[in-house]
């Protein structure tokens, strides 16, 4: 089987080839990708190369395939795993496997480590260790879009079941955010925050009494409050405020008097910015979690905290990377219900459009780029289309579907 994929050989070398494929072994499945979701992860691997802690040493002789956000069907299944899979099979794949024989040890994932294995491919070969670890998922619902966001959904859902906060008298951790409590999502309107809203929005097992979500630019803010209303909030017994901090004239003061002065009990840090951190700070409550979500290209990235709150008040730090294979399972299982992550996409694009999309990812604004694999497009962005469809049918046509389905509204993104 011959696939053609984006290759990566060292820093911010990807090349896109067309190559061969090793026939299957019977514990090893081949499979179609249909769609990619470009992560932030991807611009830092690609332009740390080896020096990337999930990248193999010798990408320079074999190359690895990028992308870990797919979803797609099964080809052909090994017969090892004939009895649990089928071919037609849609799955999406946990890509943090924890798998200690892997080609850079405990920290090797598809996407990353493996020459065989990454979204951004038309055809891949799924290794023994996926299965064996329970990492391929399956997928019911429809279409394949939901699937390839349920890796960035899944990290928020652990994030919100990594938090934790203390039992008086005792040493005992309760994970999980306050039921009924107060909380803040910072910087929260790019693609991760939206996907952290839509899932407060649709737990059922607990909610906040307030979210407030803040930013500093008002047409995204704008955007985040069209997909996700503070009516549709209200009618689930949210509070949901979106905030733009850039003309407070201090921010943690006000954003504190959002709750009568008690503060916030779970806030979440949505990017790498010392000020953003130290407001987060300034703003938890007695036992309140900091979850520092945004992952900083910088190792010596620090910002400075409130150790008298921390003894006193006992507020604590949490950071978490990704989430883990039941929370990719609860996020499939969302989607299937029926939450639609359609709202995180503003671009799409095909395979020769992931490159360019890849290096230059912080400069292009919006929220998540989807790549289709299997077509020639280069990266688009949804709220264009209607223009594009003047001229071109495609265009015409995608801008009608989205428009029935209400995927794009008003909202353009501020080019930079």
Same mark, same amino acid.
């Given at each position: 089987?011959?696939? %053609?994929?984006?290759?990566?050989?060292?820093?911010?070398?990807?090349?896109?080839?067309?190559?061969?494929l090793?026939?299957?072994?019977?514990?090893e499945? /081949?499979?179609?990708?249909v769609c990619d979701s470009i992560? &932030?992860?991807?611009?830092?691997a690609?332009?740390q190369?080896? +020096?990337?802690?999930?990248?193999?040493d010798d990408?320079?002789?074999?190359p690895?395939?990028i992308?870990?956000e797919f979803a797609?069907?099964?080809?052909?299944?090994g017969?090892?795993w004939?009895?649990?899979?089928?071919?037609? +099979?849609k799955?999406?794949?946990q890509?943090?496997?924890?798998?200690?024989?892997?080609?850079?040890?405990?920290l090797s994932?598809?996407?990353?480590?493996?020459?065989?294995?990454g979204g951004?491919?038309?055809y891949?070969i799924v290794?023994?260790?996926v299965?064996? #670890?329970?990492?391929?998922?399956?997928?019911k619902?429809?279409?394949?879009y939901?699937?390839?966001?349920?890796?960035p959904?899944?990290c928020?859902?652990g994030?919100?079941?990594?938090?934790y906060?203390?039992?008086?008298g =005792?040493?005992v951790?309760?994970m *999980?955010?306050?039921?009924?409590?107060k909380?803040?999502? /910072?910087?929260?309107?790019g693609?991760m925050g939206?996907?952290?809203?839509?899932?407060v929005?649709?737990?059922?097992?607990? %909610?906040?009494s307030?979210m407030v979500?803040?930013?500093?630019?008002q047409a995204?803010?704008d955007?985040?409050?069209? $997909?996700?209303s503070?009516e549709?909030?209200?009618?689930k017994g949210?509070?949901?405020?979106?905030v733009?901090? %850039?003309? &407070?004239?201090?921010?943690a003061?006000e954003l504190?008097?959002?709750?009568?002065?008690?503060?916030?009990? +779970?806030?979440?840090v949505f990017?790498p910015?010392?000020p953003i951190?130290?407001?987060a700070?300034?703003? #938890?409550a007695?036992?309140?979690? $900091?979850? @520092?979500?945004?992952g900083?290209?910088n190792p010596?990235?620090?910002?400075?905290?409130?150790?008298?709150?921390?003894?006193?008040?006992?507020?604590?730090?949490?950071g978490t =990377?990704?989430g883990?294979? +039941?929370?990719?399972?609860e996020?499939?299982?969302?989607?299937?219900?029926?939450?639609?992550?359609?709202?995180?996409? !503003?671009?799409?694009?095909?395979?020769d459009?992931?490159?360019? !999309?890849? /290096?230059?990812l912080?400069?292009?604004?919006?929220g998540?780029k989807l790549?289709? !694999?299997?077509?020639e497009?280069?990266l688009t962005?949804i709220?264009? @289309?209607?223009?594009?469809?003047k !001229?071109?049918?495609?265009?015409? *046509?995608?801008h009608?579907?989205?428009?029935?389905?209400k995927v794009?509204g008003?909202? %353009?993104?501020?080019?930079?």
């Amino acid at each position: 089987m011959k696939t %053609k994929a984006i290759r990566l050989y060292g820093k911010k070398d990807l090349r896109m080839e067309e190559f061969e494929l090793p026939e299957i072994k019977d514990d090893e499945i /081949l499979a179609k990708v249909v769609c990619d979701s470009i992560c &932030m992860s991807s611009y830092k691997a690609a332009s740390q190369g080896t +020096d990337h802690k999930r990248i193999p040493d010798d990408v320079a002789e074999n190359p690895i395939m990028i992308g870990h956000e797919f979803a797609g069907e099964l080809v052909q299944v090994g017969s090892k795993w004939s009895s649990q899979f089928k071919v037609g +099979d849609k799955f999406s794949i946990q890509p943090a496997l924890n798998y200690e024989n892997g080609p850079v040890g405990i920290l090797s994932a598809p996407g990353y480590s493996y020459q065989h294995i990454g979204g951004d491919a038309t055809y891949v070969i799924v290794p023994n260790e996926v299965m064996e #670890l329970g990492c391929l998922l399956p997928y019911k619902g429809q279409g394949y879009y939901p699937a390839s966001l349920s890796e960035p959904l899944s990290c928020v859902i652990g994030a919100m079941h990594a938090n934790y906060h203390t039992t008086p008298g =005792s040493y005992v951790h309760k994970m *999980e955010i306050v039921d009924g409590g107060k909380m803040a999502i /910072l910087a929260g309107v790019g693609p991760m925050g939206l996907a952290a809203i839509n899932y407060v929005l649709q737990r059922e097992d607990r %909610k906040p009494s307030l979210m407030v979500v803040t930013d500093i630019d008002q047409a995204r803010l704008d955007r985040a409050e069209s $997909l996700y209303s503070v009516e549709s909030a209200r009618a689930k017994g949210i509070d949901l405020r979106y905030v733009n901090t %850039k003309e &407070m004239a201090s921010p943690a003061e006000e954003l504190k008097d959002l709750t009568g002065g008690y503060g916030y009990d +779970d806030v979440f840090v949505f990017a790498p910015v010392v000020p953003i951190i130290e407001q987060a700070d300034a703003i #938890l409550a007695f036992d309140g979690c $900091l979850n @520092f979500f945004a992952g900083p290209s910088n190792p010596d990235f620090t910002a400075p905290l409130n150790f008298y709150k921390i003894h006193y008040e006992f507020t604590h730090i949490v950071g978490t =990377s990704g989430g883990n294979t +039941d929370d990719m399972k609860e996020a499939l299982q969302l989607m299937g219900k029926g939450l639609d992550p359609a709202g995180l996409v !503003t671009h799409i694009g095909g395979l020769d459009a992931v490159i360019d !999309t890849t /290096l230059r990812l912080p400069e292009i604004p919006g929220g998540k780029k989807l790549i289709y !694999t299997h077509v020639e497009l280069p990266l688009t962005a949804i709220s264009d @289309f209607e223009e594009k469809g003047k !001229t071109n049918t495609v265009f015409a *046509e995608l801008h009608a579907s989205c428009q029935k389905h209400k995927v794009c509204g008003t909202w %353009k993104p501020k080019r930079l």
